[in-house]
Structures are given as C-alpha cells and as structure tokens.
C-alpha cells in the first residue's frame, strides 16, 4: 500500500476490543452521574446520535440535570471507521424537565432512569400495523430517581429533528405515571412498548406499558395507561443497577445487586424473549 509495515501490530481476534483511550475523544461538557444514554442512527443520513439526559451532578450536595447533551457524529463507517476523532463536541441543551413533575413533585431531573427509542421498527404489535409509519423517532426519559432520594415516575418524550439529533420542544410531553416509582432498572422498548426489569422498589418484576403516537403538528407520544405486571412474568432473582440488552428478540439481564440493596453484587445472567 505504499505504508511502512509496523511489527509491533497484529488483527483483533474476533470478539476483541482495541486499546481503550480518551485523548481525542469528546468529553461531556459537565459531570453527569446515572444519565439516560442513548445512540441514536438518523434515518436522513449517516449521523449518529448520542445523547446523555439528567443524571446528577458533581456537587456536594447533588442536583438533578435538568437538560440533556447531544454529540453528533457525521461519518461514513467505510471511509472513515476513527468516527470519534471527528472534530465533534458535546453540545449542552435545555429541556424541559422542571417544575412541570404534577403528582409526581417537580424536582424531574433524575438518574437511574431509562431512556428509551421509539420509531418505526418499534412501533407495532403485529408486525402488520404500525403507529409510526415514517422516519420519525422519539426519545423517552423514564421514571428514575431524584436528587433527594425518592422514586419518580415520570415519563417525559421528544421527537428528535433529523439531521440534527436536536430535540423538539415542541413536540415535549410529560407524563406522571404514580405505578411506576423505580431506579436502577433495566429496559428496552419493543412491540409497541415500554418494558422495565426490576430496579429498587420493584424486586423481579418484569412491567410494561404500551405508547401511542398523538397525531399533530407536531406529533408526540402518549403512554395510554398504568404500568402492568406483563402477565405475571418475573425475572429469576432481584436485580437492580443491572444491565439489559436486546438482541433481536432475545433480552438479556446481566449483573446488578440484590433488592433489597444489600450489597450483594451478582455474577448471574438470565434470558428471555420478547
């Protein structure tokens, strides 16, 4: 290739990950602990999205973030595979998370809290009738907990502007969902759905509650009632502060402590499926 072979380098065997690094690579632009994370492909482009809403700060006494932070990637993975040596930053913005709590109190910035993407490939329960039929996508904050200490079931969604990833004001509910006060729990968002695992306040429980799009200009999402116990499914054990992940329709649930928090951290691992 005309390049100076370097000796020292070898392939990454499969399943591998390279040398981890944070020079180069943007930071946040404030401390964030327990914020919904998100990545987010634009339907419009290359872009990727990755966004980090709430979560509380570094103070003595912690507050809750009351905005989100976006961090634009625009790359084409075959020409450019270094995407986060992009000259990219994360962009702080306000949202509107405060004073707006209902039931649920108004102090709505929150960490241990879901955050959920919801578009077309999420949208039906069929597979036949979908309730997002075009490019649009929203976020979802979920329930979580606040900065003193108590369980909050909020629900806040915005749609996101494609191209830019900014999300829509205008488009903001906020819901107050009183069955839902849990942190620390895992999610995904599938078949028309919200699905929470667990968490502290909810042992192995497995919930669900079902979301509509609201017609209009613009659109937004509604979540159209309470939480429920999905059937009566539960997970194997209590799990809070674990991690879910989604792999077409396998759900897996790994690690986390023991409800109540006791201190026992858990090596096990459990699937299901959607």
């Not at 102090?107 to 329960?125: C, P, Y």
Request: charged share 15%.
């Amino acid at each position: 290739t005309g390049c100076t072979p370097e000796t020292d380098l070898k392939p990454l065997a499969l399943g591998e990950t390279s040398k981890w690094v944070s020079t180069g690579v943007p930071q946040l632009s404030s401390a964030r602990k327990g914020a919904g994370i998100r990545s987010v492909s634009d339907k419009t482009s290359n872009k990727i999205f990755l966004y980090s809403v709430s979560g509380l700060d570094d103070q003595a006494t912690p507050a809750g973030h009351e905005d989100y932070e976006l961090l634009v990637l625009d790359h084409d993975p075959a020409t450019n595979p270094t995407l986060w040596e992009a000259s990219a930053s994360w962009t702080a913005t306000s949202v509107p998370l405060d004073g707006t709590g209902g039931a649920c109190g108004d102090l709505t910035g929150r960490w241990q809290a879901g955050l959920f993407l919801f578009n077309h490939e999420s949208s039906s329960k069929d597979g036949v009738t979908f309730a997002i039929t075009n490019d649009e996508q929203y976020l979802y904050l979920g329930p979580g907990r606040n900065a003193d200490g108590a369980d909050v079931g909020l629900f806040h969604s915005w749609l996101i502007t494609p191209d830019t990833g900014i999300l829509d004001l205008a488009s903001a509910n906020v819901q107050c969902k009183s069955s839902a006060p849990v942190a620390g729990y895992g999610n995904i968002s599938a078949n028309r759905q919200i699905f929470t695992f667990g968490g502290d306040g909810s042992g192995n429980a497995i919930s669900a509650v079902e979301w509509v799009r609201i017609a209009g200009t613009p659109p937004h999402i509604e979540i159209l009632s309470n939480f429920n116990n999905n059937g009566g499914a539960r997970m194997k054990q209590d799990r809070y502060l674990h991690t879910t992940v989604l792999d077409r329709a396998f759900i897996y649930l790994v690690g986390g402590v023991g409800v109540p928090v006791d201190g026992g951290v858990s090596s096990s691992v459990e699937v299901g499926i959607w």
